[in-house]
């Protein structure tokens, strides 16, 4: 139950994040990076994964 509040708390602070932009986002958002990305590990040029806030992990490489 507590996992699933502040999973919504971290979504709410993303869509209130990207509502305040002015246009489309069409290029890096420090910002809005900082609301989703938890954390990079980076092995190597070719090899990098991403950790989001939600605990997803997208592996690079």
Do not use: C, N, P
């Amino acid at each position: 139950m507590v996992a699933r509040h502040a999973k919504a708390e971290r979504l709410g602070a993303f869509v209130k994040a990207l509502a305040a932009q002015d246009a489309s986002v069409t290029e890096f958002d420090e910002g809005l990076w900082g609301t989703i990305v938890d954390f990079m590990t980076i092995y190597s040029k070719e090899d990098i994964s991403v950790t989001f806030k939600d605990g997803t992990e997208i592996h690079i490489g």
